[in-house]
């Protein structure tokens, strides 16, 4: 097999044509792997605030519950059942109060009168 200048050129082009595609190959690569890393990048931050959005969507759901809890019909009349008796025994010692208060006339004998008795 002979080995002309034309063989020879081609196998230079080829070889050249090769290179630059192993060229091209590693550019692309490259660049790929830095949008990898920034698309990396951004699913981590939208990871992060999805996590601040469910940890929030769970802190409301909790309150809710606990508003709700102390909204519910249930509660609020046993709520209002034991304000109602705290406020007929309020009432009541009010009353108890200024029948003693009648009672004693708010007068004190005075501690010389009471030695003076005896």
Not at 37 to 60: G, M, P
């Amino acid at each position: 097999m002979e080995m002309d200048t034309e063989f020879l050129f081609q196998i230079g082009a080829v070889i050249a044509s090769l290179s630059g595609a192993w060229a091209l190959v590693r550019s692309q690569v490259t660049t790929l792997k830095a949008n990898q890393a920034e698309i990396k990048t951004y699913v981590d931050e939208l990871n992060r605030e999805l996590d601040t959005a469910e940890n929030t969507v769970s802190v409301l759901r909790s309150q809710i519950k606990v508003l709700s809890d102390i909204l519910s019909p249930g509660n609020l009349e046993e709520q209002n059942k034991w304000r109602g008796g705290v406020s007929e025994r309020l009432k009541k010692t009010e009353y108890e109060i200024l029948a003693l208060q009648k009672m004693h006339n708010g007068r004190h004998p005075a501690v010389e009168e009471i030695k003076m008795k005896k």
